[in-house]
């Protein structure tokens, strides 16, 4: 976007492409929630310790999610292709995929021994009714047997073309030096030849595969030879953040580590020890898989199938006003949307926040967030944000020639924060 002097004086202060506050009807873009009934949406790659829905052209993703409704429905998929900017692009589905477009879900099964009854649902993509034939962004929506959506899911398929080299970075400006870090990436691209890059190349930086994280619109600040150099000094920032917190109900009868009671009334109830907000209290490390989830129980072998659900109570301390902002329960479980489901409710008698969600077993990674009436959404006004933070961050190539009817996904980097390099 063009640049003023007045804005790029402000930009120098701030920091050109920096991470404040995450714009609520920005991410709502072609997003559709599911619907009550709807649980347990997981969406990865299908090797194991992945998490974002981000893989090479020709591996696989698995879809499943839960219909706790007592009745077996038959559900549907639609893909769709598009641009940079999350928008379907023009193309014909032809022209991305062989096969179907549209298809039925024909992998569906109903839970046992549960005290909640649910049908659990899967699919693969590709699968031999479909085969993925471009890179890019791509939209799935799930559709009910009247052919209306009940919720959307975006993914990322790439074609490593370039290489992608970036390192993670603490702040060197004194005014948030113990808050943000920075992020620096090099594009190398011996065998792709580039007219214009600053036209041509277009990138997403995101942090722990949050869609609400990324910032776009990022130029290269030098171009050497067949390298695209994004070395600004604390040019692209992030704030840091906290550790997530967590809980863990693959022993859904018992209370365990955050956990300080169960209770069984037509379903299990998962109460959560109280916590307060980190924001004024000093770090403290705990490991994390920030923000995500994992599906597990101990209580039988087949948790697609066997895994029980239990409502989880969370509450809150925090002594600030909100009177002009909610507070909700944040992360991968719900793809990182702000929901009704997920807000929480001051209570007066109890002095705190509190919410109740139901979850099926697993371990469970969250945060606190804010949210104003402006719809921005503020990741680090209850818990704060330190450098000391272990964060994820994955760099997205985009790639569209001259005369081209579609934005390529031609690269992959990422790197940690625990390998800060200042």
């Known amino acids: 976007m063009p640049i003023n002097d007045s804005f790029f004086k402000t930009l120098l202060v701030a920091g050109l ?6 714009n609520l009807n920005a991410q709502q873009n072609n997003i559709i929630l599911p619907p009550a009934n709807i649980k347990t949406i997981e969406f990865k790659p299908q090797k194991p310790e992945a998490y974002a829905p981000i893989v090479k052209l020709g591996e696989k993703l698995i879809l499943s999610f839960d219909d706790i409704n007592s ?20 193309l014909s589905s032809t022209e991305f995929m062989t096969g179907y477009a549209t298809d039925r879900i024909r992998k569906y099964q109903n839970s046992f021994n549960t005290l909640q009854y649910y049908t659990h649902y899967e699919l693969q993509i590709p699968n031999e009714s479909n085969r993925i034939k471009i890179s ?47 992020i620096q990436f090099r594009i190398d691209h011996p065998n792709l030849l580039l007219n214009d890059p600053n036209r041509e190349i277009k990138v997403d930086v995101y942090q722990n595969n949050d869609w609400n994280s990324v910032i776009k619109g990022i130029k290269p600040k030098f171009t050497r030879g067949k390298q695209l150099l994004y070395n600004y000094i604390d040019g692209i920032s992030f704030w840091a953040g906290n550790e997530y917190l967590y809980f863990d109900t693959k022993e859904i009868r018992n209370a365990t580590n955050n956990i300080f009671k169960t209770r069984l009334d037509n379903i299990f109830n998962t109460f959560l020890y109280v916590n307060e907000a980190r924001g004024n209290r000093p770090y403290s490390f705990y490991p994390d898989i920030n923000g995500n989830f994992v599906l597990r129980t101990l209580d039988a072998e087949n948790v697609s199938l066997e895994g029980d659900y239990s409502l989880v109570h969370f509450g809150l301390v925090y002594k600030e006003n909100f009177e002009q902002e909610d507070i909700y329960i944040y992360g991968s479980f719900n793809d990182w949307q702000i929901s009704e489901e997920n807000r929480m409710t001051y209570n007066e008698v109890s002095g ?32 704060g944000s330190f450098y000391q933070t272990e964060n994820e961050y994955t760099v997205i ?25 200042n």
């Not at 492409?17 to 995450?22: A, G, N, T, W």
């Not at 077996?72 to 998929?77: Q, T, V």
């Not at 509190?354 to 818990?383: C, R």
């Open 71 to 90: 009745e077996e429905r038959i559900y549907s998929y639609r893909l769709d292709h598009c641009d940079y900017n999350w928008q379907k692009s023009n």
């Open 397 to 421: 190539v985009y790639y569209r020639k001259f005369g081209a009817r579609y934005d390529q996904a031609i690269g992959l980097g990422s790197t940690n924060s625990q390998k800060l390099l």
């Open 17 to 22: 492409f920096s991470l404040c506050c995450l």
């Open 352 to 383: 705190r926040y509190e919410a109740a969600i139901l979850f099926k077993q697993g371990f469970y990674n969250y945060t606190y967030v804010s949210v104003n009436k402006n719809n921005m959404i503020d990741p680090y006004k209850v818990e």
């Open 136 to 182: 890019g962004n791509y939209l799935i929506s799930i559709l009910d047997d009247y052919g209306k959506v009940l919720f959307t899911r975006r993914f990322i398929i790439y074609q490593p073309k370039v290489n992608v080299a970036v390192t993670a970075h603490r702040s060197t400006n004194p005014a948030v030096i113990n808050e943000k870090h920075s």
